[in-house]
């Protein structure tokens, strides 16, 4: 009788678990993380290729070279590459119009030593170009894509040896690189910025400094450029290695950072005149050392870091990944990833809307560094890819045809054998990031029109809100499932 | 009530909400000057003074020269008000090499004046120091361009980046230190 009863027991309790279970199981609330890949590198720097692939590198010091790596992230199989005209660690990334990575400075072989060259990443070949050098060096200088296909360049180190009588070491004069020459902006000239500047093209063509110091400010890059003042920031905390994205065109959000780390975020409308930084909601976990990385359907990932006090308390890392809604400010805990992913990881959207988690440490690098040594710590030659909730919401649209490259405000079609669940379209462009921020990624939801089993939309018509480049073209479902992104390039 | 007034209440206010998020208690640790001075870290150099707390080491080439910069500007822009309203600290995070006499010569080629006291000492003391403003042990090759301005009287404590224009910390320790408030809201750029 007992035993009768205790079943009886076990069976609501299994009914009750059965009915409040969502459809998808628990994969499509937390998502899932894949199975630890090991990698013939560790990580610090990525992009992600219009060709799908990454290209990637660590660190050596005492160098002017580096083996960098690209291939398919999803199975490791990694084409050794080296750069030989610089060693790219601590550089700033991004894409130019036709998908060639430019990246600017380095570490002219010891921290603190910014190189001065430019070296360019052809996916096409799989080899790396020297293009103009910049006026001085740059060790954590940041770049942002122009509205016109150029590329601007803010702040870094230089190297002693070229520091100025009186100098404080940065480099203060921004450059915009143009069809291969570089010009400075002798109006912006600015030694006082931050290493590694959050820089956000903005609508108005400007560039938005986001962060980390709690002034945010802004740079026009016409003529001799010029910068002006912003709002200062709820939080008044400098946010270092936290994280910044556009998760829509003009909105941006901020997240994480400081030491103690923060658990708050805050959001800032670049398309409001007057507007001021706004708190949404913050994440369960504080988190440094962390990376915010912009999904298929405009919500924002938040993974790895840690939450203790120092620079990269390994002891206290952050396994669970975050996701915030735009629509409500609210993040909600996913799962948990295997391994840490704190100083010096990366995370990348990639074309199958899944994430790319990797890298992160304090690997040993080769030939010490005059002074004294800088102790190695655990680092993690590895990657996992993280599945999100919106992978398990139902079946994937699929596109079957999508024009390889639109004009701004074209109107074009996707073939998808899908068009009547199709209900939101996305422009993501691809990720190029290091050290907590990445300098390439944005996204642009588009309104998608369906008939006649075709799903129609206008490209971007401000080159402001996606500058020329290629992008991942996303469609998603009703229930929000994104297909695998096929790249277009949006261009004049 | 006027908008710079508003303005600067805004800016008490954030730096109040730093100086919560960052307080922690300051070791009262042996350590030494760079004359050779035995010194109480938090009696002789903290204690009931204003004072800018940043870390270095001698040998540093990365990022150390940069907030060298910042101090050398702002000793000079606090002129006599140095070591008696404002006082500035630098601790070296390599105190095995970082001896009372390589502290000064660093010290003499940057200028250094009586009111900024460089600070080395036994490891474990200098750790103990170290953690509590930045939650590290002392060590080189920590990239955060950070620097912290303290009131002991009130309590205060801001966790500021240490690459600024001197005046913007002019006007931090100003109001700070109540005397010589301005009303308007710190800029960067």
């Given at each position: 009788m007992?035993?009768s009863r205790?079943?009886?027991?076990?069976?609501?309790?299994?009914?009750?678990l059965s009915a409040?279970?969502?459809?998808?199981?628990?994969?499509?609330?937390a998502?899932?993380?894949?199975?630890?890949h090991?990698?013939p590198?560790?990580a610090i720097?990525a992009?992600?290729?219009p060709?799908?692939?990454?290209?990637g590198w660590a660190?050596k010091d005492g160098?002017?070279e580096?083996?960098t790596y690209?291939?398919?992230p999803?199975?490791?199989v990694f084409?050794?590459?080296?750069n030989?005209?610089v060693?790219?660690?601590c550089?700033g990334?991004?894409f130019l119009?036709?998908?060639?990575l430019?990246?600017a400075?380095?570490?002219?072989?010891f921290?603190?030593?910014?190189?001065i060259?430019t070296?360019?990443?052809?996916?096409r070949?799989?080899k790396?170009?020297?293009?103009?050098?910049?006026?001085?060096?740059?060790w954590?200088?940041?770049?942002?894509?122009?509205?016109?296909?150029?590329?601007?360049?803010?702040s870094?180190?230089?190297?002693?040896h070229d520091?100025?009588e009186?100098?404080?070491g940065?480099?203060?004069?921004?450059?915009?690189?143009s069809k291969g020459?570089w010009?400075?902006l002798?109006g912006?000239?600015?030694p006082f910025?931050e290493l590694y500047?959050?820089?956000?093209l903005a609508p108005?063509?400007?560039?938005f400094?986001?962060?980390p110091?709690?002034?945010?400010s802004?740079l026009?890059t016409?003529?001799?450029?010029?910068w002006?003042?912003?709002?200062t920031?709820?939080?008044?905390?400098?946010r270092?290695y936290?994280?910044?994205?556009?998760?829509?065109?003009g909105k941006v959000l901020?997240?994480?950072?400081?030491?103690?780390p923060?658990k708050?975020?805050?959001?800032?409308?670049?398309?409001?005149?007057g507007a001021?930084?706004?708190?949404?909601?913050?994440?369960t976990?504080?988190?440094?050392q962390?990376?915010a990385?912009i999904?298929?359907?405009?919500?924002?990932?938040a993974?790895?870091?840690?939450?203790?006090?120092?620079?990269?308390?390994?002891?206290?890392p952050?396994?669970e990944a975050e996701?915030w809604?735009?629509?409500?400010?609210?993040?909600?805990?996913?799962?948990?990833?295997a391994?840490?992913r704190?100083?010096?990881?990366?995370a990348l959207l990639?074309?199958d809307a899944t994430?790319?988690?990797a890298?992160g440490?304090l690997?040993?690098?080769?030939v010490p560094?005059p002074?004294?040594?800088y102790?190695?710590g655990?680092?993690?030659a590895?990657?996992q890819?993280?599945?999100p909730?919106?992978?398990f919401?139902?079946?994937?649209?699929?596109?079957?045809s999508a024009?390889?490259?639109?004009?701004?405000?074209?109107t074009?079609?996707?073939?998808?054998?899908?068009?009547?669940?199709i209900a939101?379209?996305s422009?993501?462009?691809?990720?190029?990031?290091?050290h907590a921020f990445d300098?390439?990624?944005?996204?642009?939801?588009?309104?998608?029109?369906?008939?006649?089993g075709?799903v129609?939309v206008t490209?971007?018509?401000?080159d402001t809100?996606a500058?020329?480049?290629?992008?991942?073209?996303?469609?998603l479902s009703?229930?929000g499932?994104?297909?695998v992104?096929k790249f277009v390039?949006?261009?004049r | 009530?006027?908008?710079?007034?508003c303005?600067a209440i805004a800016a008490?206010l954030?730096a109040?909400?730093a100086?919560?998020a960052?307080?922690?208690?300051i070791?009262?640790?042996k350590v030494v000057?760079?004359?050779?001075?035995?010194l109480?870290?938090?009696?002789?150099?903290v204690a009931?003074k204003v004072v800018?707390?940043a870390?270095?080491?001698t040998?540093?080439q990365d990022?150390?020269p940069?907030m060298?910069y910042?101090l050398?500007?702002l000793?000079?822009?606090?002129?006599?008000?140095?070591g008696?309203?404002?006082s500035?600290?630098?601790?070296?995070?390599d105190p095995?090499?970082?001896?009372p006499e390589?502290?000064?010569?660093?010290?003499?080629?940057?200028?250094?004046?009586p009111?900024w006291t460089?600070?080395t000492?036994k490891?474990e003391a200098i750790?103990?120091?170290?953690?509590a403003?930045?939650?590290d042990?002392a060590r080189?090759?920590?990239?955060s361009?950070?620097i912290?301005?303290v009131n002991?009287?009130?309590?205060e404590w801001?966790?500021?980046t240490?690459?600024?224009?001197?005046?913007h910390y002019v006007e931090?320790?100003d109001?700070?230190?109540g005397?010589?408030?301005?009303?308007?809201e710190?800029?960067?750029?």
């Amino acid at each position: 009788m007992r035993i009768s009863r205790f079943v009886v027991l076990l069976l609501m309790c299994a009914a009750v678990l059965s009915a409040q279970a969502p459809p998808g199981g628990e994969k499509s609330v937390a998502g899932e993380w894949s199975a630890v890949h090991k990698w013939p590198f560790v990580a610090i720097h990525a992009a992600l290729l219009p060709n799908g692939h990454i290209v990637g590198w660590a660190r050596k010091d005492g160098v002017t070279e580096i083996e960098t790596y690209t291939g398919d992230p999803k199975t490791g199989v990694f084409t050794k590459v080296l750069n030989p005209y610089v060693q790219v660690f601590c550089a700033g990334q991004t894409f130019l119009p036709d998908g060639t990575l430019l990246v600017a400075g380095g570490h002219d072989k010891f921290d603190g030593w910014g190189a001065i060259q430019t070296t360019l990443f052809d996916y096409r070949t799989n080899k790396w170009t020297k293009s103009a050098n910049m006026n001085a060096g740059r060790w954590y200088p940041t770049t942002s894509p122009l509205s016109n296909g150029d590329v601007v360049v803010v702040s870094g180190l230089m190297p002693p040896h070229d520091r100025p009588e009186g100098s404080n070491g940065v480099n203060g004069l921004p450059q915009v690189w143009s069809k291969g020459t570089w010009r400075d902006l002798t109006g912006a000239y600015n030694p006082f910025i931050e290493l590694y500047p959050w820089l956000l093209l903005a609508p108005d063509g400007t560039v938005f400094m986001a962060g980390p110091a709690p002034n945010s400010s802004s740079l026009n890059t016409a003529g001799q450029g010029a910068w002006t003042n912003g709002k200062t920031t709820k939080s008044g905390r400098v946010r270092d290695y936290g994280s910044a994205v556009m998760y829509e065109p003009g909105k941006v959000l901020i997240v994480g950072g400081s030491d103690p780390p923060l658990k708050s975020a805050e959001t800032f409308d670049l398309n409001k005149s007057g507007a001021e930084w706004e708190l949404t909601g913050s994440m369960t976990f504080a988190r440094r050392q962390m990376n915010a990385t912009i999904l298929a359907d405009g919500t924002v990932l938040a993974t790895g870091g840690t939450s203790g006090r120092g620079f990269n308390n390994t002891n206290t890392p952050v396994h669970e990944a975050e996701l915030w809604d735009p629509a409500t400010g609210k993040w909600t805990t996913l799962a948990k990833a295997a391994v840490p992913r704190l100083y010096h990881s990366i995370a990348l959207l990639l074309p199958d809307a899944t994430v790319l988690n990797a890298g992160g440490g304090l690997p040993p690098w080769g030939v010490p560094p005059p002074g004294p040594n800088y102790e190695a710590g655990p680092f993690y030659a590895d990657a996992q890819i993280f599945s999100p909730p919106y992978l398990f919401r139902g079946a994937r649209p699929t596109i079957t045809s999508a024009p390889a490259s639109v004009k701004y405000g074209e109107t074009f079609n996707i073939v998808t054998p899908d068009a009547a669940n199709i209900a939101k379209v996305s422009f993501v462009r691809p990720g190029a990031v290091t050290h907590a921020f990445d300098e390439s990624q944005r996204f642009i939801p588009v309104v998608p029109t369906v008939s006649d089993g075709k799903v129609t939309v206008t490209a971007p018509d401000r080159d402001t809100i996606a500058p020329p480049g290629p992008y991942m073209l996303f469609i998603l479902s009703r229930a929000g499932v994104p297909s695998v992104a096929k790249f277009v390039t949006i261009g004049r | 009530m006027t908008r710079m007034r508003c303005l600067a209440i805004a800016a008490m206010l954030t730096a109040a909400i730093a100086a919560v998020a960052g307080a922690n208690d300051i070791p009262d640790v042996k350590v030494v000057d760079q004359t050779g001075l035995p010194l109480h870290f938090y009696r002789d150099l903290v204690a009931n003074k204003v004072v800018v707390v940043a870390f270095f080491f001698t040998r540093c080439q990365d990022v150390c020269p940069t907030m060298a910069y910042t101090l050398v500007h702002l000793q000079t822009a606090l002129g006599d008000r140095l070591g008696h309203d404002v006082s500035l600290v630098s601790v070296s995070l390599d105190p095995k090499h970082d001896t009372p006499e390589a502290l000064a010569a660093w010290g003499k080629s940057h200028g250094v004046r009586p009111g900024w006291t460089l600070v080395t000492g036994k490891p474990e003391a200098i750790n103990r120091v170290t953690r509590a403003f930045t939650g590290d042990n002392a060590r080189p090759g920590l990239h955060s361009i950070i620097i912290f301005l303290v009131n002991d009287r009130t309590g205060e404590w801001v966790r500021d980046t240490g690459n600024a224009p001197t005046e913007h910390y002019v006007e931090l320790l100003d109001r700070m230190s109540g005397g010589r408030g301005h009303e308007i809201e710190p800029q960067r750029h």
